[in-house]
């Protein structure tokens, strides 16, 4: 991967690790989903009206991520109200780099030198320290069961965008109908939740509204750079976000232990770069 490849994907896994975080802070977790795949839904739009419409032969894709988003809307609503953010999204974003990366190779023959499986391995036994304990116990069973079908729907849906967008003919347009088309299903969580309650409070749309803007601009940056490197690296690359996510546990939500949250995100920083020099 180039430098600058690399360097943009590392801003949207910070984006991605900063939207979770948000989501994990409020606990109204349904009315931030709300807000933000209304903010997809209102991009998507946007990108639609803009951009020309993405070709018959990606609509397959289309309609498959949309369908795997479904899902996992739903089981990060329920994985973030039973794990915290160290340990649900160390284990969802980590077991998806290898997943794809095997799927790439399989699906499409693309395949990584002997340095970048070495740098897959390292960033899988990065996050796989960090998922393993739950500050100074073991993470409860049914987080890691959410979290693990969270991580499968993550390598889904990432393979099916990778191979939607690159016979779409037009990126802006396949990402605006992926976005409009997740809306359905946050929309229903938060209806079903606030059922009988009164309406959103505004502070939870305003903060979903900015956990929004970063997811959408992170999945932008992501969709754009898989057209230019290969989806195993740029999958690996990206989950470099659990970095940023344990920093995020540390030092804003009280999150310990440190030390060895500090040393899987050094085995983390370790394989990104190994992907970046292979």
Do not use: C
Request: aromatic share 8%.
């Amino acid at each position: 991967m180039s430098l600058l490849s690399v360097s943009l994907v590392l801003l949207a896994a910070l984006m991605h690790a900063s939207w979770n975080a948000l989501v994990k802070a409020v606990d109204d977790r349904a009315g931030v989903l709300a807000a933000v795949s209304g903010v997809h839904a209102l991009t998507g739009l946007a990108l639609i009206a803009l951009a020309p419409a993405p070709l018959p032969a990606s609509w397959p894709m289309i309609a498959t991520s949309a369908s795997l988003h479904y899902g996992y809307y739903l089981l990060l609503f329920r994985s973030y109200s039973i794990g915290d953010l160290s340990q649900v999204y160390p284990i969802s974003r980590g077991i998806a780099p290898a997943l794809v990366a095997v799927s790439a190779a399989v699906l499409i023959g693309e395949t990584l030198p002997p340095a970048g499986w070495l740098g897959v391995v390292l960033v899988s036994l990065g996050v796989g320290i960090l998922a393993l304990r739950r500050g100074a116990g073991p993470a409860p069973r049914g987080g890691v069961t959410y979290a693990i079908g969270l991580g499968i729907l993550i390598a889904a849906y990432s393979v099916a965008d990778g191979l939607g967008v690159r016979v779409s003919g037009s990126v802006l347009g396949y990402i605006g109908w992926l976005f409009l088309l997740e809306f359905p299903v946050p929309l229903a969580i938060a209806l079903a939740r606030h059922r009988g309650g009164g309406a959103i409070p505004l502070r939870v749309l305003s903060l979903g509204a900015g956990a929004g803007v970063l997811a959408v601009s992170a999945y932008a940056i992501v969709l754009y750079i898989n057209l230019l490197e290969p989806l195993g690296a740029v999958s690996a690359v990206r989950e470099s976000s659990v970095v940023f996510a344990a920093l995020i546990g540390i030092f804003l939500f009280g999150e310990r232990p440190v030390i060895g949250r500090l040393i899987a995100a050094t085995v983390v920083a370790a394989g990104v770069i190994t992907l970046a020099v292979s």
